[in-house]
């Protein structure tokens, strides 16, 4: 079971990235997804979630109205559009299968003028 993120980058504020989480080895529609992310010297906090059926969402607070969690079955592909970045969304985000506790390696984000 292995989870591998991408789309990371750098952006100023205002920008919008699109992160994406693939799996190999298993079929990732029967599963809950979630993205994490960690800032310098913070603890790794819960950013969105998403349920196997794809039919229900959770998000953060803090991101709420400005990233979407999506998963497109066909391509074992689960997104994190980002938009209206802020300088407080830098961070590691990690992609996370609850169902085997397996994390991927993570994707730089990082927001500056």
């Known amino acids: 079971v292995q989870v591998v993120e991408s789309g990371g980058g750098s952006v100023a504020p205002g920008g919008s990235l699109r992160l994406s989480c693939a799996a190999s080895?298993?079929?990732?529609?029967?599963?809950?997804i979630a993205w994490h992310r960690q800032a310098p010297g913070k603890t790794r906090e819960l950013v969105a979630n998403?349920?196997?059926?794809?039919?229900?969402?959770n998000y953060a607070d803090s991101v709420k109205g400005r990233f979407t969690i999506s998963g497109d079955n066909a391509k074992n592909t689960v997104y994190l559009q980002m938009n209206s970045l802020k300088p407080e969304d830098t961070g590691m985000y990690y992609c996370?299968?609850?169902?085997?506790?397996?994390w991927g390696q993570g994707t730089q984000v990082t927001v500056s003028a």
């Open positions: 996370h299968l609850p169902r085997f506790d397996s």
């Open positions: 080895g298993f079929a990732f529609r029967w599963y809950d």
């Open positions: 998403i349920t196997a059926a794809r039919s229900t969402t």
